[in-house]
Nanobody
Framework: VQLQAFGGGLVQAGGSLRLSCAAS????????MAWFRRAPGKEREFVAR????????SLADSAKGRFTISRDNAKNTVFLQMNSLKPEDTAVYYC?????????????????WGQGTQVTVSS
């Protein structure tokens, strides 16, 4: 599976972005998917995850109330809607998937990764 993340950019604080993660090579309809991010000088951290069936999703505390993860299995795509963006959301955002049916926030357990898309939030 190849994952391509896009939709990042430069936005002012309080603004919104919608990230997309398009999969190719294989359907991801049975994969649990997630978004992670890495800010400059920091470790990669979990942002959001969604089950293959879309009946369960969870967000990091920093994202709750502002971000929404969703997926369209017919389009083989996962989305991250980000509202009320803050400068501390500045990072490279990565989508990831696991075919192991694990429901986890641990990045090491995801075996498919996109190349990342830069999100920069100015104050």
């Amino acid at each position: 599976v190849q994952l391509q993340a896009f939709g990042g950019g430069l936005v002012q604080a309080g603004g919104s972005l919608r990230l997309s993660c398009a999969a190719s090579g294989r359907t991801i309809s049975r994969y649990n998917m997630a978004w992670f991010r890495r800010a400059p000088g920091k470790e990669r951290e979990f942002v959001a995850r969604i089950k293959w069936s879309s009946d369960w999703a969870s967000l990091a505390d920093s994202a709750k109330g502002r971000f929404t993860i969703s997926r369209d299995n017919a389009k083989n795509t996962v989305f991250l809607q980000m509202n009320s963006l803050k400068p501390e959301d500045t990072a490279v955002y990565y989508c990831a998937g696991t075919d192991s049916h694990l429901w986890t926030t641990a990045s090491r357990l995801y075996n498919f990764w996109g190349q990342g898309t830069q999100v920069t939030v100015s104050s």
